[in-house]
């Protein structure tokens, strides 16, 4: 065996796994020339062949990876053994048992074996589905060519049944479809099936715990595994080494082998742009946007600032408490004495850094940033002074009132004004001299007072708690009051009383003397009381959620009261008659609702857009309207226009309390709880396409603000340019 | 209707652009790989104008590329190379692992590499593109330039960086293109104008770095390698513009001179020219030999007339100027003391044409001794001097720069040895109206004019005995200060007895309602209109007006403070002052 012993001539230290491949390719190269050696089947050859198949399992216990290696060969030499294969396991088992026990057989008797069948039975037809055969009446062909022919009669069920309940020995019989005949197993046969299906060694003899003996070790050896000689070849040398080593030389004599070239490390720099070619501009860099150069430092970056760039204290523990995000300066400006003191900056790298970030990974965006002149931003408006006459400097003050004067009106001559306070009283002042004429005590604190607007009729209207009270202040001329009492004394009842909402009463006695002349006394308290402009009608309003009965109007001359609405559509804050058609505007919280009292329905519906509406004026022409609101803003409506404002006002800093047109002037006024007037010139032109002008033209102050109030009312002069105001300072102020 | 139904975001803004996960999928690459690409081929994120729209409906904050940017990258040969130095790194642990050396020789050999010269050439088509961008080139190489050749990043780059470095400072020494400097708390800025671009880097001081943990160099490592390719390729071409040899050569008479004295101190030759070459004394060879002093080109006249005509002339003063401050060192010779840094003073002095020298210990390079008797100025950064000479300036380095920003020779007095220096003030801030400006700067601007010391000349008046001699210019100026402080004071005494005292009524012209009661009138008029005028303005017009004045008002603010800071600061330093006087006496 020559290989073995090249192989037992390897070194010692070889590793295991390398040794056990070695040995196995060892035992496979015994088997290949097994068939070489000796062809014909011995007794020895077998003992040699089950040798053979021993060391087979042994190799296959130790690795698992040459399993079907030596499973395939198995077969090949099966084969040559003639025995055929089986694709199912079992079946090789059973075939590796029966050859072996055919080999045993042979060995130990092989008289018995000849019994059976005369010589060597085995099929040749090869490794063949035997179906293939069904239809023939041999199943195959012996080594000498010869047909095996099936048995004459094959057994049927019935048969088969009979030997299963008679032969003793039929569990141990197996039927061998490449020959068709039934072999009974002997008992080594038997044992050896067993032990298989145990997961034993075939053989009994074999001991799987033998002491391993570690013939190639880690560790090295002194001595040689073999005492051989070293040849003689491994002393001189090699004619080939030689040969190739003297090609090498020749052809580095000859300059063909030239030594590598040591690699350029420096970068070689030439004028890249030679040849600047202005088509090479692709379109990206149009669309290029350069990154935003750093930005240059300023003074407070110095070495040596001046003093004024260094940080107070505070100013220090201020920086140094803000996130690295939000401070001004991303560094603390230092002063040094000299330039050797300079340290070096512990930021620089990571400034770098975050420079590298911001080129790579901040997104890019073309912000077109627009210069604007805040000059230009300030609309164009007439001059002030173009827009005169107009109220401009505080001229009286009417001083007499001890609470908050809610509310004032001026007679329809302009000779007299009348004021209603919180003090319980009205009094009436002449305009000129801001004398106090009368003063006059009413049962509660006044909440709205109004002249009437006749010049013919001399009334004026007070409301107080739940009362309207009409008074003949007996001022101006002395016609106007006579007839005007004569006027309340000449009505005569109507044939049957109608039941009205309100009790109309006539003064008498010390009353009349003191000028009551009518007392309407309504079922809830009345918040404000407006003449129509012909004077013979008068609204008043009580505020109420609840119910429809929020206003009334009534007819002094024949002293009838009557409710217009039927619904309550929200509560009313105040009403107004417009000053020429048959209208009545209406404002709840944030609506104007404007009925037409002729056809008794709505005409029109304002949105103010405020949240709660505290004043309304209708302007002269009837055409235009104002709303103050509690949140500072005044709209302006242009009923032709328009539901919603043509303009809205937010001029006043607080709520506003009153709001008045003139009758003549271009003008308006407004009065907060700012404590401020501001007038504005409002024209209203008669052509239709032409926009009202509205220009605030002056802020008048001169109110103190007191419990957070500061004007509450506003009123016109019915002819001069002049406007009344009054406020929760107790006084009421002229301004001319 | 009919057709197909449009579906949403296949069509408008969302279909240009690309999310970087998506971009990065569509080029096959690691992040690592795409940012690397991202930053030598310039492509960064863009900010889309309909965010939501663009991010098919989310809020979710993503960063957009646009998706012609990344078909752009597609074609990009360097993303073979990527892919190749990829393999080669498996390839190469790979054979570290199995401990095959040959292996790992062959493959380092063959390392694959690759060039960014068509990047640069792409990304800037033109040289002026290029020149445009090299700000945060030049900082980021002067920054590599100064790291220590251990760890970090590699020894080559380091070297290379330092070798880019030194040419540009002798390309604009050579070219006199230095404008201004500036020295911050963070290092030396830098600003020249070359080819008509303003250039600006920051070089930081010379100490040693403390590499921060937080910072990831391979970021910054990507951005220097494509710098210094493109910073090497300008450098080229410039020299190229001044006929000088590149890679430079020191003039053959300045070679032979250095040569004698300092062979024997280095080892490798290489390593002694770039020395010679970063010690910046001597002039660099030329290609084509010319004459030492090129005649100044002139600019050519013009027949012009009217607004050309006066553009024409502040262009020649211009010019008559910056050609003054090319000179503004000429002809005086500097020493430099050891403790100031030599090279930023050496760059600076030797762009405006004075001759510079240092210790021999020091540096190469050094032409001249300490015992020099020509030396005009020594330039020393500390308290006092032992041996000092009689016949020049001891000044501190300050004097250099501010004379630089300054552009004239400032009067050296206030730069002696040991004398509190004036604020260092930077040049790179002009100031509009309304905004702060220092007292020094407006001195600063007076000496510009050409109006000489006007404060201190009065004073001077008022000074009989004023002796010109620099010690006792100490005192000198103590004295002005006492005297400035009396009148101050007598005029505060004057101020005090004015409220106090009760003169009979001296109406005053604008209250006798003439023409000044007229124009008070007219002013509150229009203030009145102004106001009411904004009272009219539209919501959005109120609220952009609002925001000017507000900006507006900041700034007044913040000039204010600063004013009252420094007020209270000299307030402050005059009672020091006058406590010490008194304690003298």
Same mark, same amino acid.
């Given at each position: ?85 089986? =694709? ?258 512990? @930021? ?129 001329? @002395? ?17 049957? =009383? ?94 104007? @609702? ?92 008669? =052509? ?49 | 209707?009919? !057709? ?27 992040? $690592? ?70 292996? +790992? ?12 010269? *068509? ?15 090299? /700000? ?44 201004? +400097? ?26 040693? *770095? ?8 391979? &970021? ?11 910073? !090497? ?166 004097? &250099?720069?501010?004379? &630089? ?12 040895? !040991?004398? %509190? ?56 100026? /103590?004295? %002005? ?21 009760? %003169?009979?009524?001296? +109406? ?7 023409? !000044? ?15 009411? $005028? ?33 007020? $209270? ?5 005059? $009672? ?10």
């Amino acid at each position: 065996m020559r290989t073995v012993n090249l192989e037992s001539q390897k070194n010692g230290t070889m590793s295991k796994a390398k040794e056990k491949s070695a040995k196995k390719r060892v035992v496979e190269e015994d088997d290949d020339q097994l068939p070489i050696f000796d062809k014909d089947v011995t007794e020895k050859k077998a003992g040699e062949e089950d040798d053979a198949d021993l060391s087979d399992s042994e190799e296959s216990v130790f690795s698992g990876l040459e399993d079907s290696e030596s499973d395939s060969h198995d077969e090949e030499e099966d084969a040559e053994e003639g025995d055929d294969e089986e =694709d199912d396991d079992d079946a090789v088992i059973l075939d590796e048992i029966l050859t072996k026990s055919s080999g045993v057989e042979t060995a130990t008797e092989p008289p018995a074996t000849d019994k059976n069948t005369p010589t060597d039975i085995r099929n040749t037809v090869g490794n063949i589905p035997m179906e293939w055969y069904q239809d023939y009446p041999h199943i195959g062909y012996n080594l000498d060519g010869k047909k095996i022919f099936k048995p004459i009669r094959n057994k049927d069920e019935l048969d088969e049944f009979l030997d299963k309940m008679e032969n003793p020995d039929y569990w141990r019989t197996v039927h061998d479809k490449t020959t068709a005949s039934d072999i009974r197993l002997s008992d080594e046969q038997v044992d050896l099936v067993h032990r298989l299906q145990k997961g034993q060694f075939g053989d009994v003899n074999f001991n799987e715990y033998e002491p391993s003996v570690d013939f190639f070790t880690n560790e090295v050896m002194i001595h040689p595994v073999t005492n051989r000689p070293q040849d003689k070849r491994s002393f001189i040398p090699s004619l080939i080494e030689k040969e190739k080593v003297s090609k090498l030389v020749h052809a580095i004599k000859m300059g063909w082998i030239k030594p590598r070239k040591p690699k350029e490390t420096t970068p070689q720099y030439y004028d890249l742009w030679a040849k600047e070619d202005p088509n090479a501009i692709l379109g990206r860099h149009k669309m290029h946007v350069p990154a935003p150069k750093m930005r240059l430092p300023g003074h407070e970056e110095s070495y040596n600032p001046p003093p004024e760039y260094l940080l107070t204290e505070e100013e220090r523990m201020a920086w140094e408490q803000q996130d690295a995000e939000d401070r001004k300066l991303p560094f603390l400006p230092q002063k040094h004495s000299c330039l050797r003191a300079v340290p070096a900056f512990s @930021r620089f790298i990571h400034e770098r850094f975050e420079r590298c970030l911001d080129l790579y990974l901040c997104p890019r965006q073309r912000k077109m940033r627009v210069n604007v002149n805040p000059e230009d931003l300030i609309p164009k408006l007439p001059k002030p002074k173009d827009l005169q006459p107009f109220p401009t400097t505080m001229s009286l003050v009417y001083i007499g009132h001890s609470s908050l004067v809610r509310s004032i009106s001026a007679s329809p001559t302009g000779q007299w004004l009348v004021s209603g306070s919180d003090d319980c009283t009205v009094r009436f002042w002449e305009v000129n001299t801001g004398r106090c004429m009368k003063t006059l005590e009413v049962g509660g604190a006044v909440k709205s007072v109004a002249w009437n607007p006749n010049p013919a009729v001399c009334l004026v209207a007070v409301c107080f708690e739940s009362t309207v009270l009409l008074l003949n202040p007996g001022l101006g001329d @002395r016609l106007v009051v006579s007839s005007t009492d004569q006027l309340i004394t000449s009505y005569e009842p109507p044939e049957e =009383d109608k039941e009205q909402a309100v009790t109309w009463a006539l003064s008498e006695g010390p009353e009349h003397d003191n000028g009551h002349r009518l007392t309407l006394t309504h079922p809830k308290a009345v918040k404000q009381v407006v003449w129509h402009g012909k004077g013979d009608y008068l609204a008043s309003v009580m505020p109420d959620n609840s119910s429809n009965l929020q206003v009334l109007i009534h007819q002094v001359s024949k002293r009838r009261t009557q409710n217009p609405f039927r619904k309550n559509k929200g509560l009313v804050q105040c009403v107004s008659f417009h000053p020429l058609r048959p209208y009545f505007f209406v404002a709840t919280q944030r609506y104007v @609702r404007v009925y037409n009292l002729i056809k008794q329905e709505l005409t029109k519906k304002l949105m103010t857009n405020c949240k709660w509406i505290s004043s309304m004026a209708i302007h002269p022409g009837g055409d235009n309207l104002i709303c103050g609101s509690y949140d500072c803003r005044l709209a302006w409506f242009d009923l032709d226009l328009s539901t919603k404002p043509y303009k809205m006002l937010r001029h006043h800093k607080k709520a506003l309390r009153g709001v008045a047109y003139h009758k003549h002037y271009p003008l308006f006024a407004s009065g907060a709880d700012d404590g401020s007037v501001i007038i504005c010139h409002g024209m209203v032109y008669n =052509d239709l396409l032409q926009n009202p002008l509205i220009v605030p033209v002056k802020v008048l102050k001169g109110h103190q603000i007191t419990h957070d109030l500061g004007v509450l009312d506003v009123t016109f002069h019915p002819t001069q340019p002049w406007v009344f105001s009054s406020g929760a300072d107790a006084t009421i102020r002229l301004f001319t | 209707m009919g !057709g197909l139904q449009k579906k949403k975001y296949e069509r408008g803004s969302a279909t240009n652009y690309i999310t970087r996960n998506k971009a990065r999928k569509k080029l096959q690459l690691s992040l $690592a790989d795409f940012r690397r690409l991202c930053i030598l081929k310039g492509i960064y994120p863009h900010e889309p104008k309909h965010k939501k729209k663009v991010n098919k409906g989310s809020t979710a904050p993503r960063t957009f590329y646009l998706l012609k940017d990344i078909r752009f990258l597609l074609h990009e040969p360097i993303v073979r190379k990527f892919r190749e130095y990829k393999v080669f790194v498996r390839k190469l642990r790979k054979a570290y692992g199995k401990a095959e050396w040959t292996a +790992v020789e062959r493959l380092r050999d063959n390392k694959p590499g690759y060039k960014l010269d *068509h990047i640069i050439k792409e990304r800037y088509p033109t040289f002026i593109d290029a020149l445009r961008d090299i /700000d945060d080139a030049l900082s980021m190489c002067f920054l590599f330039s100064t790291f220590a050749r251990t760890g970090k990043c590699h020894v080559q780059t380091i070297t290379l960086c330092r070798r880019l470095t030194v040419e540009w400072m002798n390309y604009v020494v050579t070219s006199r293109s230095l404008r201004k +400097v500036f020295i911050s708390i963070k290092g030396i800025y830098y600003q020249a104008e070359v080819l008509g671009q303003l250039i600006t880097w920051l070089v930081p001081y010379q100490f040693a *770095h403390d590499h921060p943990t937080d910072v990831d160099y391979r &970021v910054m490592a990507t951005f220097t390698e494509m710098y210094t390719t493109l910073f !090497g390729f300008i450098n080229f071409r410039l020299y190229q513009t001044l006929n000088l040899v590149y890679p430079p050569k020191l003039d053959s008479k300045a070679e032979s001179e250095l040569k004698a004295e300092h062979e024997e101190d280095y080892a490798m030759d290489s390593e002694s020219y770039l020395e010679k070459l970063s010690a910046l004394s001597a002039s660099l060879a030329r290609v084509v030999a010319t004459a030492e002093e090129e005649e100044e080109n002139q600019l050519d006249q013009f027949p012009a007339d009217g607004e050309d005509l006066e553009n024409m002339e502040a262009r020649e003063k211009e010019q008559k100027e910056q050609e003054a401050q090319n000179r503004l060192f000429e002809g005086l010779k500097f020493f430099l003391n050891r403790e100031v840094p030599r090279e930023s003073l050496a760059f600076i002095l030797r762009c405006f044409g004075a001759e510079v020298s240092w210790d021999k210990s020091l540096c190469i390079g050094g032409t001249y001794n300490v015992t020099d008797e020509t030396i005009t100025h020594q330039i020393v950064d500390r308290p006092d001097i032992d041996k000092q000479y009689i016949n020049r300036y001891y000044i501190q380095p300050q004097w &250099v720069f501010d004379s &630089v920003n300054a552009k004239m020779r400032l009067p050296v007095e206030d730069y002696f040895l !040991g004398v %509190t220096l004036p604020p260092h003030l930077s040049p790179f801030v002009e100031e509009k109206d309304g905004d702060y400006v220092p007292p020094e700067k407006l001195k600063l601007m007076a000496l510009q004019r050409g109006e000489k010391h006007v404060q201190e000349e009065e004073e001077d008046d008022d000074d009989d005995d004023d002796d010109e001699e620099y010690n006792d210019e100490v005192d000198d100026e /103590d004295l %002005t200060e006492e005297k400035n402080l009396k009148k101050m004071e007598d005029q505060r005494s004057q101020g005090k007895t004015l409220a106090v005292k009760v %003169t009979p009524g001296k +109406v005053k012209p604008w209250e006798t309602g003439s023409v !000044g009661n007229k124009v008070r009138l007219e002013k509150e008029e229009k203030a009145e209109e102004k106001r009411l $005028a904004i009272m009219m303005m539209k919501k959005k017009e109120k609220y952009l007006y609002d925001k000017i004045m507000f900006g507006k008002k900041r700034t007044t603010r913040e000039a204010n403070k600063l004013a009252a800071k420094r007020k $209270a600061h000299e307030d402050t330093s005059k $009672a020091e002052k006058k406590q010490k006087k008194a304690k003298k006496q």
